[in-house]
T-cell receptor, first 113, second 113 residues
Framework: GQSLEQPSEVTAVEGAIVQINCTYQ??????LSWYQQHDGGAPTFLSY????GLEETGRFSSFLSRSDSYGYLLLQELQMKDSASYFC??????????????FGSGTQLTVLP | ETGVTQSPTHLIKTRGQQVTLRCSSQ?????VSWYQQALGQGPQFIFQ???????GRGNFPPRFSGLQFPNYSSELNVNALELDDSALYLC????????????FGPGTRLTVT
């Protein structure tokens, strides 16, 4: 089966840097995505890593190590509006089957003034 | 370009009843995925449709079924509702099957009493 682990809660102050880790166990791994979800809102796509290394998109960066089955989301220059839940999601599938996204349980980020 | 829309926003049903939830995909997207999100949890994959055919299914019983129409709208049907079916139901559309970047609708909050 598949499983993803990420911390349930993280707290940081405005302007700081925070890293949200994600470890996964899955067969047929294709890549790791990150989504943000504000309370009462829809998940929105942040980033995707299919290959090892760092992907940077503005204040957000995401890293993947396939050999370690590990990734992280790095948020820099934190703002109050970054307070939300963050989900890692593996894109997975087997030969001949469709790819699907399997989500972790989410990390609740609270940014303090 | 319109985003993903879902209806209704909220719904209250009684145990044993049947429910149909609707989703209108983002223009041009040929894949739709449905997720169940319990409070404080990540979205759980129910199934996905690609060009009107189901091509992936998560660990949900057969009483969860769906349809995708030529205009890329879709339905999620749940028969014999149980109390544990109370959750936020999200649909997400993407180009191809599925892209790592999915566009989520705002969800339907289903309450089963």
């Amino acid at each position: 089966g598949q499983s993803l682990e990420q911390p349930s809660e993280v707290t940081a102050v405005e302007g700081a840097i925070v890293q949200i880790n994600c470890t996964y166990q899955t067969s047929g791994f294709y890549g790791l995505s990150w989504y943000q979800q504000h309370d009462g809102g829809a998940p929105t796509f942040l980033s995707y890593n299919a290959l090892d290394g760092l992907e940077e998109t503005g204040r957000f960066s995401s890293f993947l190590s396939r050999s370690d089955s590990y990734g992280y989301l790095l948020l820099q220059e934190l703002q109050m509006k970054d307070s939300a839940s963050y989900f890692c999601a593996v894109r997975e599938g087997t030969s001949g089957s469709a790819r699907q996204l399997t989500f972790g349980s989410g990390t609740q980020l609270t940014v303090l003034p | 370009e319109t985003g993903v829309t879902q209806s209704p926003t909220h719904l209250i049903k009684t145990r044993g009843q049947q429910v149909t939830l609707r989703c209108s995909s983002q223009s041009g997207h040929n894949t739709v995925s449905w997720y169940q999100q319990a409070l404080g949890q990540g979205p759980q994959f129910i199934f996905q449709y690609y060009r009107e055919e189901e091509n992936g299914r998560g660990n949900f019983p057969p009483r969860f079924s769906g349809l995708q129409f030529p205009n890329y709208s879709s339905e999620l049907n749940v028969n014999a509702l149980e109390l544990d079916d109370s959750a936020l139901y999200l649909c997400a559309s993407s180009l191809d099957s599925p892209s790592y970047e999915q566009y989520f609708g705002p969800g339907t909050r289903l309450t089963v009493t």
